[in-house]
């Protein structure tokens, strides 16, 4: 099939940043079109000089209608774009128009997060994300619960995928011995080490139907799992309780057998809701929902591997490599059961 591209005025000292998808050899304007034209995904065009004295020709995915904010001055650049079909499109809010040059038309899809046909409900978990198409690892929003929208990190590829993670340890770049107030709304990054919230966790695992998931990793290369098949967190006004069962894996069980946390409050180092005589997350410098007090501390302190110096304080799991090692990696995440 032929395929009918025709361009906008050009735009001079302007260029679009964030969507080259090439960057073709062409010693003229004229030739960067044509560049463009051959490319069944080029919207649009930038044309210059480079640091070298030469010419450098950008062809992008996208253009100034779609992404005003990345058109740009650039001196001695000229912009230029196809006429878009979605130039004169009406996608609803809460989506992004792609154009099919070969039928002269356009697509809207719905943003991660957002569903229907006016791309108005959001998707309530990454299972669902997932279950929609969105199959790459990565930041999306969702609402659990028709409240405020939540960012979280989506794991697409773990065991099936569909895993919301809300805890991520992996280089001791954050600080993780905190308040209650900082747990309770969360810290960190998506794209480094963070906690979700505890409020968001509520949100995430307050149905009968959520599972979790941690993958461990210690210094040496070692990797393992576990999973449980009953995995419930209580709102504030009672402690953030937790509820858990039902394990499976290669890591062993440290969350609900030994000192097992099923039924246990969160404390922090300011609030102590622990059985201890003594507040835990003091002691081991840490915030978790302890027993008597822990087999397991992912929330303790970055100590990269093998200690003996204090009490059992760093990122440990008993069962895997004990209370006295603290681990390199870790990720907790959750997703519906069925």
């Known amino acids: 099939p032929c395929i009918t591209k025709e361009f906008e005025e050009k735009v001079a000292n302007k260029a679009l940043l964030n969507h ?33 004295g030469d010419y450098l020709c950008e062809l992008s995915d996208s253009d100034g209608v779609r992404d005003p904010d990345d058109l740009r001055a650039r001196q001695d650049f000229l912009h230029r774009a196809t006429k878009n079909p979605c130039g004169t499109a009406q996608c609803p809010p809460n989506s992004r128009c792609y154009s099919d040059f070969e039928h002269e038309t356009y697509l809207c899809v719905c943003s991660p997060g957002f569903t229907g046909d006016k791309c108005e409900s959001e ?50 770049s954050v600080n993780f011995y905190r308040g209650w107030e900082s747990y309770k709304n969360g810290f960190g990054s998506l794209s480094g080490e963070f906690w979700l919230g505890n409020d968001n966790i509520h949100r995430l695992a307050d149905s009968d139907d959520v599972m979790l998931r941690v993958d461990l990793e210690d210094f040496e290369g070692n990797i393992t799992y576990a999973e449980y098949t009953t995995f419930k967190v209580a709102d504030e006004a009672d402690k953030y309780r937790l509820l858990i069962g039902g394990y499976k894996g290669t890591a062993g ?55 003996s110096d204090s009490p059992a304080n760093g990122v440990s799991w008993n069962s895997f490599r004990g209370a006295w090692y603290s681990l390199k990696r870790t990720e907790m995440k959750m997703r519906p059961s069925n």
């Open 20 to 52: 080259v998808i090439s960057t073709p050899i062409a010693k003229t304007a004229d030739s960067c079109e044509i560049q463009c034209f051959i490319e069944v995904k080029c919207e649009s065009y930038n044309f210059g000089p480079n640091e070298n």
């Open 123 to 172: 998707r309530k978990s990454c299972a669902e994300l997932l279950r929609d198409g969105w199959n790459s690892s990565g930041v999306y929003t969702i609402n659990p619960d028709g409240g405020n929208s939540i960012q979280v990190l989506c794991d697409m590829t773990t065991e099936g995928g569909g895993w919301t993670v809300f805890q991520k340890r992996l280089d001791g």
């Open 253 to 307: 069980d440290s969350m609900a057998e030994g000192l097992s946390l099923s039924n246990m409050s969160f404390t922090t180092k300011d609030v102590d809701n622990d059985l201890s005589g003594q507040n835990c997350a003091l002691l081991f410098q840490g915030a978790w929902w302890y027993n008597d007090c822990h087999y397991s501390n992912l929330n303790g302190l970055y100590r990269g591997g093998s200690f």
